[in-house]
């Protein structure tokens, strides 16, 4: 069955205007975010004019809305996150509901229980919502198929990261003013990251052009299968690009050594200022973070001006409380925007 079919990925109830002389045209109707993948593009969008509805409420003196009064989240990550659970955490607060976060290093898995055990005794103290980071690709599509739950994917293996690719795209509109047309750069290991994965289905979806470079070995030519352009020549990948996304060696999912040393990488492939001043003037620097300064970035370029890395941690907040609103049935800005 095609995954949009499943009927565990959507909420029953079509949803309605309060004034019934108006139709209220709606894009969002799933009960999970499990990757973008499976997302249209009006979804996306939905979800990006969302954040910007809470980003603005977040502006505001009293930043805190009821919208998950009552609603209980669940935080599983059972991999390592500083970014992302902190950010889900402050989302949740910020809507008002009961959290509860789960370490792994501190739980009943490190004595033999199964994630699905775990995760039936954590639905079974009434969790609404179940965030899940972990290590194994198709974690959080597993949860939606044997749990009552709306499961949210805050990284799974290296599968997808839908929320980072959410706000990758948030951050950019917002800083560009559009998706559609621009020159997307994604350097690093493309094979090992969930973030690359999430990023080119939304960008692609959105009308972006993107380019993968990095080592052969890290960028095979499979991936131009997913609608982007694959270059192993990091000088032609940068010299155009109006977005420059760096991407860290992911060691942790590496079975083997997929390049000869970090020196090596970082000299071949490395962000540094000689390449820096081959780019576009405008051109702006991304990284989902953590980063190895010295090693995909030079220190100095991490912290310049043109660098968006600690905008996109604040725009995580907005995207996160978004995709709970909306995973909770909310209807779009609008209803942001009147509370
Ligand atoms: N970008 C990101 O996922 O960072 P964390 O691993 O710290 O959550």
Same mark, same amino acid.
């Given at each position: ?17 309060? %004034? ?16 973008? @993948? ?47 659970? +902190? ?13 509860? %976060?789960? !370490? ?9 229980? !199964? ?5 039936? %005794?954590? @639905? ?26 709306? +499961? ?16 990758? !795209?948030?951050? +950019?509109? @917002? ?14 290991? +493309? ?19 993107? !380019? ?49 040393? *970090? ?28 980063? %190895? ?30 995709? *709970? ?15």
């Amino acid at each position: 069955m095609d995954k949009c079919e499943d009927s565990q990925l959507y909420h029953p109830s079509i949803h309605q205007s309060s %004034n019934p002389t108006i139709p209220f045209l709606v894009s969002w109707t799933r009960k999970h975010l499990l990757d973008i @993948e499976s997302l249209t593009a009006d979804e996306i969008v939905t979800v990006l004019d969302t954040a910007r509805a809470f980003k603005a409420v977040g502006e505001r003196s009293i930043k805190k809305v009821p919208a998950l009064r009552g609603k209980t989240v669940i935080n599983l990550f059972v991999e390592p996150s500083t970014r992302t659970r +902190i950010s889900f955490e402050l989302a949740e607060q910020r809507l008002s509901a009961d959290i509860i %976060n789960f !370490t792994a290093e501190a739980s009943s898995l490190k004595k033999g229980e !199964t994630l699905k055990d775990t995760a039936r %005794n954590l @639905e079974a103290l009434n969790a609404d919502f179940i965030v899940i980071r972990h290590s194994a690709s198709g974690a959080p599509h597993f949860l939606s198929r044997v749990l009552n739950s709306s +499961i949210i994917n805050a990284g799974d293996g290296a599968h997808e990261h839908p929320t980072q690719a959410l706000l990758d !795209t948030f951050t +950019i509109r @917002e800083r560009k003013g559009q998706i559609r047309g621009l020159k997307v750069t994604i350097l690093g290991d +493309i094979l090992y990251s969930r973030v690359a994965r999430s990023d080119i289905w939304a960008l692609t979806k959105l009308g972006a052009e993107v !380019t993968l470079c990095g080592p052969s070995t890290l960028v095979p030519r499979a991936f131009e299968q997913m609608g982007c352009r694959v270059t192993h020549n990091v000088d032609e990948a940068v010299r155009e690009a109006d977005i420059i996304n760096l991407l860290r060696i992911q060691h942790e999912r590496q079975r083997k050594s997929m390049f000869p040393s *970090l020196n090596e990488y970082s000299s071949l492939f490395g962000l540094n200022a000689a390449r820096l001043a081959n780019t576009k003037p405008n051109a702006l620097i991304m990284h989902p973070g953590p980063i %190895n300064r010295g090693v995909e970035i030079d220190s100095a370029i991490a912290d310049c001006d043109r660098s968006l890395i600690l905008e996109q941690v604040t725009n995580g907040l907005a995207v996160r409380m978004a995709v *709970l609103f909306l995973v909770n049935g909310g209807k779009g800005p609008q209803e942001v925007a009147a509370g």
